[in-house]
């Protein structure tokens, strides 16, 4: 069962929405330490939470790699926020997949503290940010909702 944050579903649901994304500072494959305003782009970022060992996580990389190449160009960006425990699983999976985006985790340390930041109970679990990092679409996974709130925030923008 997916966390209820307490937030609207959707833009739809509430306007724009004043709720921060919590900020981060985590490391790439490589140890190289990304912030959440790195990533910052022009119009908003999609936030996914997933694990190498996940299977809903790992079926819906290619819809993300396409939505990727559809909004890369239109100023939306998307980070993956790695909840697992395994660091070599994790490179292997990121090796495997070929994910052109952002990836990041705590790793060495301890992933239970990605899930108590953020209130992920379940994953995948993916956060819309707009271009201000408030939070546009609360964790959610269906792909059609992130679609349509990512086409609002173009508009608006």
Sequence with gaps: MKAETGLPKSYADSGFN?????????????????????IKVQNGTIIVFWA???????????ELKKLYQAYKSKGINIV??????NIDAWKGALRKENMPWVNISNLPGDYKLINKTYNITAIPAIFLLDSQNKIVMPNEYRISLLKENIEKILKKN
């Design 80 to 85: 993956s926020i790695l909840t697992d425990h």
């Design 18 to 38: 004043d709720v921060s994304f919590p900020s981060f500072s985590y490391f790439d494959e490589n140890r190289k330490k990304i912030q959440l305003n790195d």
């Design 52 to 62: 190498s060992w996940c299977g809903p996580c790992r079926q819906e990389i290619p």
